[in-house]
Every structure is written in C-alpha cells, then in structure tokens.
C-alpha cells in the first residue's frame, strides 16, 4: 500500500482510518472480514477504478490470494466507487454496506476536523449517508 502511495501522507492516513471504521464495525457485523478489509486497504489507493482494480489484483496476486479472494475485493471496490450495491446477494450486501459506513466515517472525522460541522450536520450525514445499525451507533460519538 505504502509503495502506491508514496508520500502521500493524507491518503495514507484515510486508509488507516478507514480501516480502522471497519474492523470495529466487523466486530458486531456479520460479514466476510477478509474481503472488507482487504478491500478497505485498496479502495482509493489509484486514481481511477481501474487502477484501483489493477493494483489490487497485482498486489493480492503476489501474495498468493485466491482467484475467488481477489475477484470478490476488486468487485466491492468497484460497487463502491459505482455507489451501488447489488440487490438480492445478501453476503457482499453486507460487505458494501460495511465498506461505505467504514469510509463515510473517515470522511465524517476528517470533515467535523476540517470544517467545524455542528451537531445538526453531523447527525442527518450520520441518518442519511450510513447504513448498519453499528456504523450509525459509531457515528453518533461525533455528535457533541
């Protein structure tokens, strides 16, 4: 992850904050914690989602990842940056879920940081933008 970018300290630490959001919300969650995380790591690591794509498959290639491993974390990656989940697959439902709630709170972080948001803003982007019961219960720690 390091090599892809670089010095590029800002994007580094959304991953890591990223990642963090999703481990905690994996631990009341049921989901495939492999696939989130994984994908957790490489989501937004290029600038498109092909690149995305590519680097995802060329690092889980070098680590001997499983044909299967590699196909379901580049698919939620791409459902990501698409904004779309696949109705009626219930196991990657839960994983895009989980994954969006994972960035939207690092975003979240960053934003109440950034911009000073108040508890109005905070709240209706916690209702309207995440969708597991513990990623809205993690969201409301930033309420003030």
């Given at each position: ?110 934003e109440i940081k950034a911009k000073s948001l108040d ?26």
């Amino acid at each position: 992850m390091k090599k892809y970018l670089k010095t590029n300290f800002k994007k580094l630490k959304q991953v890591l904050k990223r990642v963090k959001y999703a481990e905690e919300i994996l631990k009341e969650e049921i989901a495939d914690p492999a696939v989130v995380l994984l994908a957790s790591y490489f989501y937004g690591l290029g600038s498109t989602t092909e690149e995305n794509q590519n680097v995802c498959k060329d690092i889980l290639v070098k680590l001997h990842a499983k044909e299967e491993m590699i196909s379901e974390v580049c698919r939620l990656i791409r459902l990501i940056e698409e904004n779309k989940a696949e109705e009626g697959i219930e196991g990657l439902l839960i994983n895009y879920k989980i994954l969006s709630d994972a960035d939207k709170l690092a975003t979240l972080e960053y934003e109440i940081k950034a911009k000073s948001l108040d508890n109005t803003e905070i709240g209706a982007k916690i209702d309207s933008e995440l969708r597991t019961r513990t990623g809205k219960k993690i969201g409301k720690r930033f309420l003030k």
